[in-house]
């Protein structure tokens, strides 16, 4: 496999799968292999290093040295789902380990912490996203293992500094995780920033195409956790297969100018409705007025994504009926897609997520921004 210098610009390694071309065919398109087992040569030994594939495949490898690559890492490794990589990195914490968290994240991480804190496998404390002060009141120097934050967090969007919560972590003897799924490596790098480990539920903007599932962590190679759970994959089976691989390589080759048109789209959006007189707030972390604005802007260097939420003036019901109005937006759950979703979030997230009942979770996509602005205008009205 031939590949191009990295000193070549981040979008023009993406953008040809690190100048990855067939030596057989010369197909430009880099080929998928599928198979669950590798045979040996003449001696016996492996041929390049792949003996099953719950351990790895040449596919899957491929996608990972690319996102390892976009993110400054030493390795990465693709899991079949993002909820696959986060159990995977709680498994390989110590038995009663310390872990603190947001309140405000992915709904289903802040469920699975529940339930391994009620079985004893964990302890668990939470804090409000962004609250550094109250990271710091919830750490136990020598105790914490692992601090978890999400930054853009799902829900509000409020912001979490990065570097500052690394330091924090790092004094107590944590290692520090950072879920920065709504902030692919094309805006945000946390390990430059002293994260150990990021983590992507990929099959948002890495993947980009509401087509597959996948999950992947990157950290450098000496990260105190990184052996125990690449050992929790192969285990698990959930390595991502080489089918899902090839779709990732094929996504990552446009994840530049796909984010880009995103966060042109999300910023017109969320202007044009920031002042709107039945809108009680839009929630974008790229508005001045956002109070994770300044974070952001030093954290996510290439536009501020596609996500977003708005707080709705009016009945409690309002929201909701409004993601039943669009004809553009597509009410589904998921995010970082071509298409735009949106979603009231309380109905999916549960009465005891804390997200308020006027509030809709909106994913911008790359369709023209006139017909989105005109649908929403539209949904606001058939509910007035």
Request: include cysteine; proline fraction near 5%.
């Amino acid at each position: 496999m031939a590949r191009k210098s990295n000193t070549l610009a981040p979008e023009t390694l993406a953008a040809q799968a690190l100048r990855h071309i067939d030596p057989a065919s010369g197909s430009v398109v880099p080929p998928m292999v599928a198979a669950s087992t590798f045979a040996r040569d003449e001696n016996y030994d492996l041929r390049e290093g792949y003996i099953y594939a719950r351990y790895g495949s040449p596919t899957t490898a491929h996608a990972e040295e690319i996102i390892a690559t976009l993110e400054g890492a030493d390795e990465s490794l693709l899991l079949n789902s993002g909820m696959s990589a986060s159990v995977a990195v709680v498994e390989a914490l110590p038995p009663n380990a310390h872990v603190v968290a947001q309140s405000m994240m992915y709904h289903v991480g802040l469920h699975w912490l529940d339930r391994q804190a009620r079985r004893g496998v964990i302890r668990k404390d939470l804090f409000p996203a962004g609250d550094l002060d109250a990271l710091e009141a919830a750490l136990i120097p020598g105790e914490t293992k692992l601090v978890w934050i999400e930054t853009p967090a799902n829900g509000d969007w409020s912001i979490t500094d990065i570097a500052a919560a690394a330091e924090l972590a790092h004094r107590a003897g944590a290692v520090l995780m950072v879920d920065s799924t709504a902030a692919p490596p094309c805006t945000t790098k946390p390990l430059d920033l002293g994260a150990d480990i990021s983590f992507h539920s990929a099959t948002k903007y890495m993947g980009g195409h509401s087509d597959f599932t996948a999950g992947v962590l990157s950290a450098r190679k000496d990260m105190p956790l990184w052996a125990d759970i690449r050992e929790v994959r192969s285990f698990q089976g959930t390595i991502l297969p080489a089918f899902e691989s090839w779709l990732l390589i094929r996504s990552l080759r446009s994840l530049h100018i796909r984010y880009e048109a995103c966060s042109r789209n999300a910023m017109a959006f969320a202007q044009h409705f920031a002042a709107h007189q039945v809108i009680e707030a839009v929630l974008y972390p790229g508005l001045p007025d956002h109070p994770g604005h300044d974070v952001a802007a030093r954290q996510m260097k290439n536009g501020f994504g596609g996500m977003m939420s708005i707080r709705v003036k009016g009945s409690d019901s309002r929201a909701f009926e409004m993601a039943k109005q669009t004809k553009v937006f597509i009410p589904a759950t998921s995010l970082g897609g071509v298409e735009s979703l949106i979603e009231h979030r309380r109905t999916v997230a549960g009465e005891d997520s804390g997200i308020p009942a006027n509030l809709l979770r909106i994913s911008i996509g790359i369709e023209n921004i006139d017909d989105l602005i005109a649908d929403f205008e539209q949904a606001l009205a058939a509910t007035a």
